[in-house]
């Protein structure tokens, strides 16, 4: 069993960021959790384990062989996917690469042991599949099994189990633990202290780069003082912050529904995503989308903000017009905002977290036009509330994947829009942070004119407002349709 020693590291995380003063000794049969707030260096600390940071000073002992998973990896990989992509130039769709092909590149496993693998996993079914087209939780699943294929010695995850449903999170849980049993050294980059593992003998606690504390499971778990540090301060605001009335869309007809599908189908070739889906949202409701990983959650949602081109097939309304019948996309992004996983894939151009909120009231990705001193002022004043306003000049890339996430739900929220479209997100946020975001939503949800579209897997993350709710079900003839509970 390998044992890994840091002594007084110093690490470069970013320009002029760093981990600094790191010592931590994981000897045989320790497996370690580190826990930490949002932007508190965990993902860099996963990253340092793996070898994959400069050492300004201090001293390693690190394993041969280890695999990282990571948020930022799997953006790493997609984003290469997407330039490779000859979709547009071809006309058509390309499958890309297949996830069978992705998983083996780079090792010496042959397929045998990928289909074993795979069936533990439970995922024998997407092998075939291009990596573009999976899920978060499917590509987090995919990677994980490409790392053990190369029988690392060590294997952090970060944020393993966001993004994942119930069951997905369960398999995850036991392939873990038999890691473990195998000999694999585990160390969990987390947000949530219940997503610690029975197995986790060790926690560290990350506070602005550095290590806070760190003990036994039992010491840290029961530290009144660390319960304290990391517990819940935030009060909601009286009011929400303006809106630029310049760049706001006309208002709705009252009454009518904002989203109405009738029979809708979205297939790739013969294979189902959605069948035959019914839903009505109202004016006034709140809803929450629910499904397993690959039930076609964020498909659903993409006809709805008008990127899917599938949309223009089907019968399907918005704000009161059939899609189709000679509105644009900007006229419907500009009543919608969207947090998504794939939004924060694509949103890889340069800038300041400021530009970034204000972007919002453009529905551009990045900044293209002048904006104004009271669009500035606004975008500011969303960043405060959400504690992000000391990041405002910061470059949006440097930060980590929770504080841009935090970011860009700012820029969802900043023109307050007649329909909040939220897929997963608190995916990467602390305890402190996601509590904090869902008590904002709620209340941007009870006193504002936002209606909410919700993708959650976690039972604990509750926006109290929202009352009705659809999920996603196996069809008889393939794919998922809807089954709606108000």
Same mark, same amino acid.
């Given at each position: 069993?390998?044992?890994?020693?840091?002594?007084?590291?110093?690490?470069?995380?970013?320009?002029?960021?760093?981990?600094?003063?790191?010592?931590?000794?994981?000897?045989?049969?320790?497996?370690?959790?580190?826990?930490?707030?949002?932007?508190?260096?965990?993902?860099?600390?996963?990253?340092?384990?793996?070898?994959?940071?400069?050492?300004?000073?201090?001293?390693?002992?690190?394993?041969?062989?280890?695999?990282?998973?990571? /948020?930022?990896?799997?953006?790493?990989?997609?984003?290469?996917?997407?330039?490779?992509? =000859?979709?547009? /130039?071809?006309? +058509? &769709?390309?499958?890309?690469?297949?996830?069978?092909?992705?998983?083996?590149?780079?090792?010496?496993?042959?397929?045998?042991?990928?289909?074993?693998?795979?069936?533990?996993?439970?995922?024998?079914?997407?092998?075939?599949?291009?990596?573009?087209?999976?899920?978060?939780?499917?590509?987090?699943?995919?990677?994980?099994?490409?790392?053990? @294929?190369?029988?690392?010695?060590?294997?952090?995850?970060?944020?393993?189990?966001?993004?994942?449903?119930?069951?997905?999170?369960? &398999?995850?849980?036991?392939?873990?633990?038999?890691?473990?049993?195998?000999?694999?050294?585990?160390?969990?980059? @987390?947000?949530?202290?219940?997503?610690?593992?029975?197995?986790?003998?060790?926690?560290? !606690?990350?506070?602005?780069?550095?290590?806070?504390?760190?003990?036994?499971?039992?010491?840290?778990?029961?530290?009144?003082?660390?319960?304290?540090?990391?517990?819940?301060?935030?009060?909601?605001? =009286?009011?929400?912050?303006?809106?630029?009335?310049?760049?706001? %869309?006309?208002?709705?007809?009252?009454?009518?529904?904002?989203?109405?599908?009738?029979?809708?189908?979205?297939?790739?070739?013969?294979?189902?995503?959605? *069948?035959?889906?019914?839903?009505?949202?109202?004016?006034?409701?709140?809803?929450?989308?629910?499904?397993? *990983?690959?039930?076609?959650?964020?498909?659903?949602?993409?006809?709805?903000?008008?990127?899917?081109?599938?949309?223009?097939?089907? =019968?399907?309304?918005?704000?009161?017009?059939?899609?189709?019948?000679?509105?644009?996309?900007?006229?419907?992004?500009?009543?919608?905002?969207?947090?998504?996983?794939?939004?924060?894939?694509? +949103?890889?151009?340069?800038?300041?977290?400021?530009? &970034?909120?204000?972007?919002?009231?453009?529905?551009?990705?990045?900044? !293209?036009?002048?904006?104004?001193?009271?669009?500035?002022?606004?975008?500011?004043?969303?960043?405060?509330?959400?504690?992000?306003?000391?990041?405002?000049?910061?470059?949006?890339?440097?930060?980590? !994947?929770?504080?841009?996430?935090?970011?860009?739900?700012?820029?969802?929220?900043?023109?307050?829009?007649?329909?909040?479209?939220?897929?997963?997100?608190?995916?990467?946020? =602390?305890?402190?942070?996601?509590?904090?975001? @869902?008590?904002?939503?709620?209340?941007?949800?009870?006193?504002?004119?936002?209606?909410?579209?919700?993708?959650?897997?976690?039972?604990?993350?509750?926006?109290?407002?929202?009352?009705?709710?659809?999920?996603? &079900?196996? %069809?008889?003839?393939?794919?998922?349709?809807?089954?709606?509970?108000?």
């Amino acid at each position: 069993m390998v044992e890994i020693s840091l002594q007084k590291v110093k690490a470069q995380i970013t320009e002029g960021k760093h981990l600094e003063d790191i010592s931590l000794e994981i000897t045989e049969g320790q497996h370690w959790a580190v826990v930490g707030a949002n932007g508190s260096g965990k993902s860099a600390m996963g990253r340092l384990l793996c070898n994959g940071l400069t050492v300004f000073s201090g001293t390693c002992r690190l394993p041969a062989r280890s695999g990282f998973v990571s /948020f930022e990896k799997i953006d790493e990989i997609l984003e290469q996917e997407h330039y490779n992509d =000859d979709s547009d /130039f071809l006309g +058509y &769709v390309t499958e890309g690469t297949r996830v069978d092909k992705f998983i083996l590149s780079g090792t010496d496993a042959d397929a045998a042991r990928l289909a074993e693998l795979a069936q533990e996993l439970c995922f024998t079914k997407i092998l075939g599949r291009g990596i573009k087209f999976l899920s978060t939780g499917e590509m987090r699943k995919t990677l994980i099994c490409k790392a053990l @294929l190369q029988e690392p010695e060590l294997l952090v995850l970060d944020e393993p189990f966001d993004g994942l449903d119930h069951e997905s999170s369960e &398999v995850l849980r036991q392939l873990i633990s038999r890691c473990i049993e195998r000999g694999i050294q585990v160390v969990l980059l @987390l947000n949530r202290f219940s997503e610690i593992m029975p197995e986790t003998t060790h926690i560290a !606690y990350l506070q602005e780069c550095r290590i806070l504390r760190s003990g036994t499971k039992d010491e840290m778990l029961g530290s009144e003082a660390l319960r304290r540090f990391h517990a819940f301060h935030y009060t909601l605001p =009286d009011t929400l912050p303006e809106i630029d009335t310049a760049r706001s %869309a006309p208002p709705l007809v009252p009454g009518q529904p904002l989203i109405e599908m009738k029979d809708v189908t979205v297939r790739y070739g013969e294979k189902y995503v959605l *069948n035959g889906v019914n839903w009505t949202v109202k004016a006034g409701e709140h809803w929450k989308v629910s499904g397993p *990983n690959g039930s076609g959650k964020s498909t659903l949602l993409s006809l709805v903000s008008g990127d899917n081109p599938q949309a223009y097939a089907n =019968d399907i309304s918005l704000f009161g017009r059939k899609k189709g019948s000679g509105e644009s996309v900007w006229d419907i992004k500009k009543r919608i905002g969207l947090i998504s996983t794939s939004l924060q894939q694509e +949103y890889r151009v340069g800038g300041t977290v400021k530009v &970034v909120v204000i972007s919002g009231m453009y529905d551009s990705i990045g900044m !293209y036009s002048q904006y104004t001193l009271h669009q500035q002022e606004i975008a500011l004043e969303w960043l405060k509330l959400l504690h992000m306003d000391h990041r405002k000049e910061h470059a949006f890339r440097d930060l980590s !994947y929770g504080e841009q996430r935090l970011v860009l739900l700012a820029r969802a929220m900043v023109k307050q829009p007649d329909l909040l479209i939220l897929d997963e997100p608190c995916q990467g946020l =602390d305890d402190v942070n996601r509590e904090m975001v @869902l008590k904002m939503v709620d209340h941007l949800g009870r006193t504002g004119n936002t209606q909410i579209l919700y993708v959650n897997h976690h039972a604990e993350d509750r926006i109290p407002c929202i009352e009705n709710s659809m999920e996603l &079900v196996p %069809a008889e003839e393939g794919g998922f349709t809807a089954v709606i509970t108000s």
